[in-house]
């Protein structure tokens, strides 16, 4: 069994670097040679190299959130922290104008704060995984209901509802 999953481990990661490696040198567009070669090195190989750090660091929180609570249902979108995020943003680009730095911290400050909520609501029942899940569905599900409110709040007197 373990040598199965060591054989799966490292196919993975072969793929990972081939993919990384092969990515930038396929474009719909038809460069001259100097042109294709600065825009491979230049913008093609970065962007393939950060997108794989960013899925490698998104796997490693899931895997992080998923062995603390001991619950393979444990996600941020269950435990409300997304849904912070969102309101933090909506709030951010409806008082803030909607600047990528405002609307970044916005989400944040958001994330931290539907998380640290969570946390302080299950303390109450010392930390039960249980706990944690029900009361991040439940903030995930009155985070929804704000963005909601916002958003509509947002549209005026006279709300297109098609809009919504």
Sequence with gaps: MKGQRLALVLASAAVLVAAVLLAPTISAADLPPGAARRALTDLHRPRALFGALAGFGLALAGVVLQSVLRNPLASPYTLGIASGGAVGAVLAIQLAGGGSLSVSLGALVGSFGTASLVYAVASWRRHAAETLLLTG?????????????????????TPDLVAM
């Design 137 to 157: 569905v439940a903030v995930t599900l009155f985070a929804g209901a704000i963005t909601t409110a916002v958003h509509f709040l947002a549209l005026g007197s």
